[in-house]
């Protein structure tokens, strides 16, 4: 199925579409299918439009030019080899590094997550419950040091 509104801002695969210039209903290069799939499989837009870029290049790859009568049509995937490229350097950029459990939220969240794997390291883990405990300073200005 090929489908695009006209508007990239729609959904992610009207965006991924207008990336590529997949936008002429008459001579579809993918599939709806395709893209939501790469999307699933990719960090972000550009990635994935990228991908698809990378798609059409090994499509294209084997064939050259075409005869028909007497008009000679010839292919080449420079283009989307280009496009892929410049793609994928502005995808890599969109990459935010995530390091959880930075904020308090963040930590509950993942404790509270059916997933969340118990660290094998906490706080209190070597404690020893035979050691003195420190005691509370006295406030006696005589005294403290």
């Known amino acids: 199925m090929w489908t695009y509104s006209g508007d990239?801002?729609?959904?992610?695969?009207?965006?991924?579409?207008?990336?590529?210039?997949?936008?002429?209903?008459?001579r579809p290069l993918?599939?709806?299918?395709?893209?939501?799939w790469l999307i699933t499989q990719n960090a972000n837009l550009y990635?994935?439009?990228?991908?698809?870029?990378?798609?059409?290049?090994?499509?294209?790859g084997a064939m050259r030019s075409k005869t028909i009568g007497e008009f000679r049509i010839s292919y080449s995937s420079d283009f989307y080899k280009m496009l892929g490229a410049s793609l994928r350097?502005?995808?890599l950029t969109h990459q935010l590094p995530?390091?959880?459990?930075?904020?308090?939220?963040d930590k509950l969240n993942q404790q509270n997550s059916s997933d969340w794997v118990e660290p094998a390291v906490s706080r209190g883990l070597g404690d020893?419950?035979?050691?003195?405990?420190?005691?509370?300073?006295s406030q006696n200005p005589l005294t403290t040091i």
Do not use: M, W
């Open 8 to 26: 990239p801002s729609d959904s992610e695969k009207n965006a991924v579409r207008f990336l590529l210039q997949d936008t002429n209903e008459s």
């Open 30 to 36: 993918v599939q709806d299918e395709e893209i939501d």
């Open 47 to 60: 990635l994935a439009a990228a991908a698809l870029c990378d798609v059409l290049v090994a499509k294209t």
């Open 89 to 91: 350097a502005r995808g």
């Open 98 to 105: 995530y390091a959880g459990g930075i904020s308090i939220a």
């Open 128 to 137: 020893n419950p035979a050691a003195p405990h420190p005691t509370t300073p």
